[in-house]
């Protein structure tokens, strides 16, 4: 839960001043506007999503479920570029905030100011070398972080709470401010529900809670496909910091907006984006004061942690999977260096600048969270569960709203997550097309008849021939051979095996191969597969055939008629086109000793 709660509840370095400067005396109503969406949508949401994708995955596997084919993946992708947008800008935001908070203690030198970047660059490499060490230090880091945070804001906010108490001037002006600037309680709640999605930061822990699932353990009996107590775990999570935040959120906002003047609040002001920091130093004194910020950078440098732990945790899932990255971004530590460098880069484009990167912050908390909702509609309607899906329905409805309405205010959010979503998909493609001759195929499985076919071919010599599946009838085949015996110059023995192969869906990158024999018409023996690509999946049981039989297989083509750029473009969208040159590459790549190599013969 610390682990998540650096992100989620690190908020309250700014939330309560952004809550302020929206809502003006209103902000403690908007402030449970904001809490009632969060206990009674998005916990509800996610605790949905934590049932339907138990290995972190998110809302974006629950997607990806109902979309098959490149559509699906470019969607995912899509949801990916929101996704770094969100985690990414965590990380360099809170990072800059905490920079902010550093520059501005009374006790740092002068000479600070104007070395932003340079801090928050730091602050960022210190991060990565925490993940660099492993995930069992970065929980345990963030669980000390997390405790003494919290106390320290419960001591602030009490102190606060009691000062309002025992003040009755600060109720008092704080009614009379409500009545001049909005007139009666209609128009109070009025502005209250309508400037609420302006505090939406306040809910930007869901996305990294589910996230951070694999980190959960669960019971003894959990499976992989059931892991009951990982899903108990991770929900009695999200409630937990949900409760928690939402009892600080309101709290806070009661205390600053009531004892901290307006005009402190905006731009240049003590209490900018760190009222509560303003509260410590003003009610408990200096000394106490430098403690909450210290307390306050901490947990602002380390709320990129859960967010850095959440890419780590969907990279690996998606882009590997689908051919979109290289092999080694599955590990770990060249990820972290990758995601830091990566930081670094977004950091010095926007200058270390709170502010700037916002409007993409919230967007892109607010485009999960609306995918979630939508996704747990669409799961619960697959349930048939009329009651679920029509409340379910009704949130995804008010995230669409709040995330409408904070592109409106802030389209650079959009802008930047779309940079994003192009960068990805832009990389991904190149790397796709860069490992299209890889073999692409986890393990050839072969039924007992398939076996018997290669261990009774390769007494003599292994001959296959590659048939587009057509009609099936005895003249394909006798036809087929009678061409490639006339294309090869070799007789039409009679002994040769028919390979065919189904694609079924070319998007996938990896997949298991499984072959099934078959004679047909009393004497032309068949192997048939299904496979993304034609020629990887004929590469892999060539390979196969070899290292099972200890003989080396011929494979017999015809040419295929056309341009051959537009039939190597059809074999990386449609895993067919000019099979024989990229099965032979595909070969020559998984086997560089040409002695054992399968032959490709092409007429």
Not at 32 to 58: F, K, W
Not at 376 to 381: G, K
Not at 446 to 458: N, P, V
Not at 539 to 549: E, M, Q, S, V, Y
Request: aromatic residues 8%.
């Amino acid at each position: 839960m610390c682990l998540t709660g650096v992100d989620y509840f690190s908020t309250l370095g700014y939330q309560p001043g952004i809550a302020a400067l929206a809502a003006g005396a209103v902000s403690p109503l908007a402030t449970i506007v904001l809490v009632a969406l969060t206990l009674l949508g998005a916990l509800p949401v996610y605790r949905r999503v934590a049932e339907e994708s138990p290995r972190g995955e998110g809302s974006i596997a629950m997607l990806e479920r109902l979309l098959s084919y490149w559509k699906g993946k470019l969607f995912v992708l899509a949801l990916l570029g929101f996704a770094a947008t969100d985690f990414l800008i965590t990380m360099t935001l809170s990072a800059a905030d905490a920079t902010a908070h550093i520059v501005e203690n009374p006790h740092v030198p002068s000479a600070w100011h104007g070395h932003e970047v340079l801090i928050t660059l730091v602050l960022l490499g210190a991060l990565g070398a925490v993940f660099l060490r492993g995930f069992s230090e970065a929980i345990g880091v963030a669980v000390v972080l997390v405790a003494g945070y919290l106390a320290l804001n419960a001591v602030v906010i009490g102190v606060g709470l009691w000062q309002v108490a025992t003040t009755p001037s600060v109720v008092a002006d704080w009614s009379e401010a409500l009545t001049e600037q909005h007139g009666n309680p209609v128009m109070v709640v009025a502005v209250a529900l309508v400037v609420f999605p302006k505090l939406a930061l306040g809910m930007s822990g869901f996305e990294t809670g589910v996230a951070v699932m694999p980190q959960v353990k669960g019971d003894p009996g959990d499976t992989p496909d059931h892991p009951a107590g990982r899903i108990r775990g991770t929900k009695r999570l999200l409630t937990t910091a949900a409760l928690t935040m939402s009892v600080f959120l309101v709290t806070s906002s009661t205390v600053t907006t009531m004892l901290i003047p307006a005009a402190e609040f905006q731009e240049g002001g003590e209490a900018n984006g760190r009222a509560l920091a303003y509260l410590a130093h003003e009610n408990l004194g200096s000394v106490f004061g430098t403690v909450y910020d210290a307390s306050t950078i901490a947990i602002l440098w380390f709320a990129g942690a859960s967010a850095l732990a959440g890419l780590l945790n969907l990279i690996p899932r998606y882009l590997p999977r689908y051919g979109m990255a290289p092999d080694w971004a599955r590990a770990v530590r060249p990820l972290v260096l990758v995601l830091i460098a990566v930081a670094f880069f977004v950091t010095w484009v926007f200058d270390a600048d709170v502010d700037a990167q916002g409007g993409a912050y919230a967007t892109g908390v607010l485009v999960l969270m609306t995918s979630a909702a939508v996704a747990v509609t669409l799961a619960a309607r697959r349930d048939r569960q009329r009651k679920r899906t029509l409340a379910f329905g009704a949130i995804a409805l008010v995230f669409v709203y709040t995330t409408v309405v904070n592109v409106v205010e802030r389209p650079d959010g959009v802008r930047i997550g779309g940079a994003f979503i192009a960068a990805i998909v832009v990389v991904s493609f190149l790397s796709r097309v860069r490992r299209a001759f890889e073999l692409r195929v986890t393990s050839v499985e072969l039924d007992e008849t398939a076996e018997r076919f290669l261990r009774d071919c390769a007494r003599r010599r292994i001959r296959l021939i590659a048939n587009e599946p057509g009609s099936g009838d005895r003249g394909e085949y006798d036809d087929k051979a009678r061409q490639m015996a006339a294309d090869n110059d070799i007789a039409d023995e009679g002994d040769v095996i028919f390979v065919e192969v189904t694609v079924t869906d070319p998007s996938d990158f990896e997949a298991v191969v499984r072959v099934r024999g078959s004679v047909r018409h009393g004497s032309r023996r068949v192997l048939t597969l299904e496979s993304s690509t034609v020629p990887n999946a004929l590469a892999a049981l060539l390979l196969h055939a070899r290292d099972t039989t200890g003989v080396t297989p011929h494979i017999y083509f015809e040419w295929t008629e056309g341009n051959p750029v537009l039939q190597f473009l059809r074999f990386l969208v449609f895993g067919v086109g000019e099979v024989a040159p990229v099965t032979r590459e595909v070969l020559r790549r998984a086997e560089p000793d040409r002695a054992r190599r399968p032959h490709v013969h092409v007429g």
